[in-house]
């Protein structure tokens, strides 16, 4: 069964986004993103926060894509692709005259030569548990082979990939920054500070680093895909505090606050009349939960927990952080493929909750602890949650711990009764439900030092989980995804979790740019799709 | 001179030492695991120990920090688990920033210290003294970032007259100093009062005035100089206390020195880079403390250096 996915299409689809408006944008001009801190590394093996994530999408590319502000995957390197009909043989076509920075031809050699290096212990890739799929990660991961046996270049533009496992989600960790393609002459030369010195194939290539101060990139003239980027130039300006941020954009000295508004000046900032234009809300893949360790007493009890979920009101904590969440009744976000918009889930009712609570035999209530990082808002959040859990009679008592002792609370089988996972929360690496399972409600994640803090652990829905990721025929694309959505709402039938809400994003620029708006909000690309960002006044 | 010169530099030898391990001891009261933190959320429980296994962190303590100790006295001060960077790069390339922030200051504070101090001590219980040891008051008492936001709103937002934080021309470094001198400039207010209160009741001084000597030659020509020498020797000590100083000022202003530095690494719990930040100061505090012991010394010949 051959798939072959035909450039054309991929065009098409980006020119559709782009619109008629957009396709006579001239290229030009340059922009002014701020940052607090510092860039840590440009290395797409190794950097995964959120203010490298859209930089090193712009600097390099990876055999897949989305297109730009949604969450649909398109070839990127790849010029095709094709899946063999047991889903484990990925064959890629490449692009042809894809070049890198430093004006060589990329070929089927530096994708092999990117992923080996990506499964390399000596690499360190925080991203390197996501090509568990392909054959040979563990011996390669482990440091017994050199490479990947399951990556083969076959020819200069042809790579195949074998899985030891039918992998549904395989096309989005080839589109994640860590399956970018680097070239090997350019890490060898620059070793450990190849982040610092990042030669991609990318839309725009990094031409100044200095320390503390900024970062500059500027169009790559010879980028594959015409008319792409935009922007002659984007200038990273670090070590600015999101306050001054915001009023140097009002100067007009910035164009893109990179942190956000500060939540301080959130509401005047939005009800700002001036602004009205210059902000863009988009939705992200997040979604912040409080947990239940189901191995604790009383939460071993689906009643007890099912009383919590209705007994918090979910409404009032999103007005505590000034509307920029919408609340959540189950796992998944509202924008990641799967989610329920029939499902209602546990809704807010006192009466319930205590009778269910009696019918527990806790009609009197019960202590517990509710941990939470102890940085703005999260506190707040929880005392909101604590008063919430007092109308039913269970006294909670919240501690307030750093960041990194919360998750090691968490990661214990008997410490955390309760957690607000606010400042920690799951947000997906790719728009795939099975991204929101494994790791923080799969059986996989509950184990010491692990992200299932609810240690809820049900056999039979990881088999369920296992098969629907095995269903990697593209026919079978709908019937995956009913599957992972009945898979959510049968987890949250138990509750392990309380789903509060799902954060919204909010990106201000400044009137000079303009661009599709999707881009300023992109799912993927966060916080802004750099490259379809254009500038006004070089119109 | 010179046996107290190698004394001084043994003990300060000693309490470098002293805070290398207390930093390092630091790395593992926080529970950041440093593995943990490479790997990532998404990481298997195998890459973490692998990192574990190629950082020797699975050693005894001891061994650790004699790799530690070794790898510092080589110049090598880490690497950033974080920021994925050595540490003395990242140092290095912000020390020239923070140097100058702190040149500035000096500057700042020794002009407004010294001009409040010999008017108030002129015009003494009068009501410019008395507002002028307010203000001092003030500048000793007031938070930085309090004054630096201050300054910032009022001179850069409101007035215009200096750009919004930042780095890079000689208007950039005009608040971030005065924030930072405004403290000094207190105290310094403070004892050149004192000091020229002294010096004026000298007899040396009540000579130059018998002798028909005009105010203002009197004040600057005889009693200021003498005043101001026991005063010009704290300069070191001031260094110590603008290493704590520049955390705050310098996230204030955004300026890209070595506090900044540190305050992003607090955040990050970035703690190689906080173990560095902390040894640079330290340093700086005990050279900028012997800098003192010996200007005083040459400043004051009734000094003995033992």
Known sequence: ?539 | MAAYLTRRIMQAALILLGVSFITFVLLYLVPADPARQIAGRSATAETVANIREQLGLNRPFYEQYWMYLTALLQGDLGRSYVQKTGIGELIGARLPASLLLMAAAIAAELAMGLTMGVVAAVRRRSAVDQSLMVVSFVGVSAPQFVVGILLLYVFAVQLGWFPIGGYGTAAHVVLPALTLGFLGAGWYARMMRSSMLDVLNQDFVRTARAKGLGKARVIFRHAVPNAVLPIIAMIGIDIGIFMSGIVVVESVFGWPGIGQLAWQAIQRVDIPIIMGVTLVAATAIVLGNLLADIVSFFVDPRIKLR
Request: proline residues 6%; aromatic residues 10%; hydrophobic residues 40%.
């Open chain 1, 1 to 539: 069964m051959k798939k072959w996915l035909l450039t054309g299409v991929a065009g098409a689809a980006a020119l559709a986004l782009a619109g008629t408006a957009q396709a006579d944008v001239k290229q030009g001009g340059s922009m002014i993103v701020t940052y607090k801190d510092d860039v840590s590394t440009l290395d797409p093996a190794i950097g995964y926060d959120w203010q490298n994530w859209s930089m090193i999408k712009s600097l390099f590319d990876a055999l897949m894509d989305y297109k730009p502000g949604t969450t649909e995957l398109v070839p990127d390197l790849a010029e095709s692709y094709d899946i063999s009909a047991d889903g484990l043989v990925y064959t890629f076509k490449l692009r042809s005259g894809v070049k890198f920075h430093n004006g060589r031809d990329m070929t089927a050699k530096d994708v092999k030569y990117s992923l080996d290096r990506v499964a390399n212990p000596k690499t360190q890739s925080p991203g390197a548990g996501f090509f568990g799929s392909i054959k040979g990660f563990d011996e390669a991961s482990s440091g017994a082979a050199s490479g990947l046996s399951g990556v083969e270049a076959v020819d200069d533009r042809t790579i195949r990939i074998t899985l030891s496992r039918p992998d549904a989600t395989f096309l989005h960790v080839m589109a994640l920054n860590f399956a970018s393609v680097v070239p090997q002459e350019e890490v060898a030369k620059h070793g450990t500070d190849f982040g610092t010195n990042p030669v991609g194939t990318g839309a725009f290539k990094m031409t100044d680093w200095t320390r503390g101060q900024h970062v500059v990139f500027e169009r790559n003239k010879d980028y594959y895909q015409k008319g792409l980027p935009k922007l002659d130039k984007i200038t990273f300006e670090v070590g600015q505090e999101p306050i001054v941020a915001l009023l140097r954009l009002e100067r007009g000295e910035v164009d893109i606050a990179g942190d956000g508004i500060p939540p301080a000046k959130f509401l005047a900032t939005i009800k700002d009349p001036k602004f009205k234009d210059q902000i863009v809300e988009g939705k992200q893949l997040h979604t912040g939960y409080v947990t239940m360790n189901v191995k604790m007493k009383p939460f071993d009890d689906v009643r007890v927990r099912k009383a919590v979920a209705m007994s918090i009101n979910k409404d009032r904590i999103v007005r505590i952080i000034n509307g920029r969440a919408v609340s959540a009744n189950q796992p998944l976000p509202p924008l990641m493929p799967g989610y329920d918009t029939q499902y209602k889930g546990q809704t807010f009712n006192i009466a319930a909750a205590k009778e269910l609570l009696s019918e527990a035999g806790h009609g009197g209530g019960f202590t517990t602890e509710l941990y939470v990082a102890n940085t703005d808002p999260q506190p707040r959040i929880a005392q909101a949650i604590q008063q919430d859990l007092a109308a039913i009679g269970i006294k909670a008592e919240i501690k307030a711990l750093g960041q990194a002792n919360v998750i090691a609370a968490g990661g214990e089988p008997d410490q955390a009764p309760m957690i607000w996972s606010g400042g920690m929360a799951w947000i997906a690496d790719f728009p795939d439900p099975s991204n929101f399972y494994g790791p923080i409600l799969g059986c996989g994640g509950a184990v010491k030092g692990g992200w299932n803090w609810s240690w809820y652990c049900n056999k039979e829905l990881d088999e369920r989980a296992k098969k629907a990721d095995a269903m990697t025929d593209p026919s079978q694309t709908t019937a995956r995804i009913e599957e992972w959505k009945k898979i959510f709402t049968s987890i949250q039938d138990e509750a392990p979790w309380v789903p509060i809400f799902n954060e919204q994003r909010f990106t201000i620029r400044s009137s000079r740019l303009d661009g599709p708006a999707g881009i300023f909000v992109d799912p993927v690309h966060i916080p802004v799709h750099y490259d379809y960002v254009h500038a006004k006044d070089a119109q």
